[in-house]
């Protein structure tokens, strides 16, 4: 890997731009309306609509033609949005939400209580198929109260559920367009009424967006009211990160998200350029998620084997060249339900782990220095989908399989696999390790998500651990904060305790532009890059 030197003075820049939820660069100038940006991204979305879509590199897209019912801010609190207020029923069974009166919808319907139900009706339909179907896992159904209030009514209280109806997945498209079936192509027939109308895609190429000229009803946390400044936004899809890199320096386009480290002196302390940093694990950590129940990973010493065989810290340093910490919990250590008594709590102990594999029966070596057992092979596959791979995280990967291989004889086995080939085995539970970084929520539907019972990955487990997935769904339940948070700092231990997880770094953001783009900021409920509805040219 080609290695630079980041000066001091960048790292210092580097470290001023790390933003938290809607916070934008410094003061700018008044903004101007008018005029157009191309933005190169890293990663093309496999699917356009939210209810359907799994990448965390597609919800920022999403955001710029979807809203939400309501918007968080960057201090954890929400703001209005499609809801001008809401309220919750003593039980915490009910929310009942008001709605604004003067929404319309890309395709000319109206928005309306009946539409939020049409929403929340066709998310939780199986049949639907939709990856949104995982924040409503205590949704009941949905009452027209009146044209513009409507209830969400849940079988048992949920902890989540206001965060959930903050949530790009839970945006509100037209119930017209959601008659129309498969959506993830994106285009016109996705209708939802954010900033920005979705005009066209080209796979492989670019997908454009125009001003939606009626916009008057935007985030609470947003800095402007009414239209977006931009006329125009198109997204080019460009993968390689020299390639987007290039196209910025050489003016091809305006921005481009997805800086890599190696490209960091590029932009920072460049007079024709900005450089921004994102929050750094505000939503979960990249983790190595063990299916724990499938030999040789249902035993404790194997999977505790592979979480201490490696030093973590010099590996994420060289690939990340000191722009992102290394994780100890699954959690990220920007969000604050992040479990800090676990920094240095585990890692780094291969005489330990060489005695835990020699206690397990793995004795015995092989012709290539792996541990066998009876004759098989140590061997654990790490399964990663070809669609979610990005910023280096393969390279990452590839170190720590070449030092478990050296240290203590594992054979981590690192597959880049088709999405299709993901799916079935998520389905009928036979992963290994999938490595992910969660979307983000509330923390704990976050670990439900990757822990629970019912989650993504373990709802077709067999025997899921019953200790961490109780203590999850008690989590869910929780509405006592203190009480709450308690919870889940014992589930960030117990999965790294028992090896379920493998915490490897806190991601971040890295966005550069032209030094006229202006408005750039990063989205609380996405950890990611904002829409582009506060974006402006300056002249």
């Not at 609190?77 to 939400?97: C, M, N, R």
């Not at 109206?110 to 949104?132: C, G, I, S």
């Not at 009876?374 to 990005?390: A, S």
Request: proline share 6%.
């Amino acid at each position: 890997m080609r290695k630079i030197s980041i000066s001091s003075r960048t790292a210092i820049v580097i470290a001023s731009v790390m933003l938290g939820g809607q916070l934008a660069q410094a003061q700018e100038g008044k903004p101007i309306s008018g005029g157009a940006i191309t933005w190169g991204v890293a990663t093309e979305p496999s699917c356009f609509d939210p209810h359907r879509a799994s990448q965390q590199a597609a919800f920022f897209v999403a955001r710029n033609y979807i809203d939400s019912l309501v918007g968080k801010k960057a201090d954890g609190t929400f703001a209005p949005w499609l809801a001008t207020e809401w309220s919750v029923s003593p039980d915490g069974k009910e929310y009942t939400y008001k709605l604004r009166e003067d929404v319309v919808f890309h395709d000319g319907e109206k928005f309306d209580a009946a539409a939020v139900k049409a929403n929340y009706d066709f998310v939780k339909k199986p049949e639907n198929a939709t990856n949104a179907v995982a924040l409503l896992q205590y949704f009941d159904r949905a009452e027209v109260v009146s044209p513009y209030v409507v209830k969400l009514i849940l079988t048992q209280p949920d902890s989540t559920f206001l965060e959930s109806t903050s949530n790009v997945k839970l945006g509100i498209i037209s119930p017209k367009a959601l008659a129309k079936g498969d959506l993830c192509g994106g285009g016109p027939l996705l209708a939802g009424t954010g900033p920005f109308v979705f005009e066209r895609y080209s796979r492989g190429q670019s997908a454009a967006f125009v001003r939606n000229k009626d916009y008057k009803w935007g985030p609470g946390y947003a800095v402007h009211t009414g239209p977006a400044y931009l006329d125009r936004v198109t997204l080019r899809f460009l993968p390689e990160a020299a390639v987007r890199a290039g196209a910025l320096t050489s003016g091809q386009v305006d921005l481009i998200e997805g800086v890599q480290p190696t490209d960091v002196a590029l932009f920072a302390d460049q007079a024709e350029f900005k450089l921004l940093t994102g929050p750094s694990g505000a939503s979960t950590s990249f983790t190595f998620n063990i299916n724990y129940t499938i030999p040789p990973a249902d035993d404790v010493r194997v999977r505790r084997a592979l979480r201490d065989g490696f030093d973590l810290e010099p590996l994420v340093k060289q690939v990340y060249l000191g722009t992102v910490p290394r994780a100890w919990s699954i959690i990220g250590p920007a969000n604050p339900a992040y479990n800090k008594a676990l920094v240095g709590a585990w890692g780094n102990n291969i005489a330990g782990a060489n005695k835990l594999l020699d206690e397990a029966g793995w004795t015995g070596r092989d012709s290539e220095g792996f541990r066998t057992k009876n004759g098989v092979r140590l061997k654990i596959d790490v399964g990663y989908p070809q669609p979610y791979v990005r910023d280096n995280r393969e390279v990452l990967i590839q170190g720590i399989q070449a030092a478990l291989r050296k240290n203590i004889g594992f054979d981590l086995n690192l597959r880049i696999i088709t999405a299709g080939e993901y799916a079935k085995n998520n389905a009928n539970g036979t992963w290994t390790i999938y490595p992910n970084t969660d979307n983000p929520s509330d923390p704990a539907r976050e670990l439900w998500d990757m822990l629970g019972s019912k989650g993504f990955l373990y709802s077709n487990i067999a025997n899921p651990d019953l200790q961490i997935t109780g203590l999850i769904d008690e989590a869910l339940r929780s509405t006592d904060v203190a009480k709450k948070r308690a919870i889940t700092d014992e589930i960030q231990k117990l999965g790294v305790d028992q090896a379920f997880i493998v915490p490897m770094f806190a991601p971040s953001w890295f966005l550069a532009a032209k030094n006229n783009v202006n408005g750039l900021s990063f989205e609380a409920g996405l950890d990611s890059p904002s829409s582009a509805y506060d974006f402006w040219l300056s002249k």
